[in-house]
């Protein structure tokens, strides 16, 4: 049975950082990529960042893209998030999830961690 556990979220203020970490296990997480998603309330799902096996492809969601960093620890079974420079609008609750995918499609997914950015 596949598990993602994502934790690190919690109540920032605008231009502050964080990281998130998503531990996996039930998959060989060292031969898959991973990607991040994130829903704000009323909204869809949106694709953050997505990561291949081995660090080897990055990509980014223009929103995100020059703020985050996408890496990954095989040792560990652990994705992470690192976000900077953070805006009230990446304010939501961030999913973990092996593969790629775009959104909706992105399954299975953790239950998520919520990142509230305000002042």
């Known amino acids: 049975e596949v598990q993602l556990v994502e934790s690190g979220g919690r109540r920032a203020q605008p231009g502050e950082s964080l990281t998130l970490s998503c531990v996996v296990s039930?998959?060989?997480?060292?031969?898959?990529?991973m990607t991040w998603v994130r829903q704000a309330p009323g909204k869809e799902l949106e694709w953050v960042s997505s990561i291949s096996s081995y660090s080897s492809s990055i990509s980014y969601g223009d929103s995100v893209k020059g703020r985050f960093i996408i890496y990954r620890d095989d040792a560990k079974n652990t994705l992470y998030l690192e976000m900077n420079s953070l805006k009230t609008e990446d304010s939501a609750m961030y999913h973990c999830?092996?593969?790629?995918?775009?959104?909706?499609?992105?399954?299975?997914r953790g239950p998520g961690t919520q990142v509230t950015v305000s002042l």
């Open positions: 039930g998959l060989p997480f060292r031969s898959r990529a």
């Open positions: 999830s092996p593969g790629y995918c775009g959104g909706s499609n992105c399954e299975p």
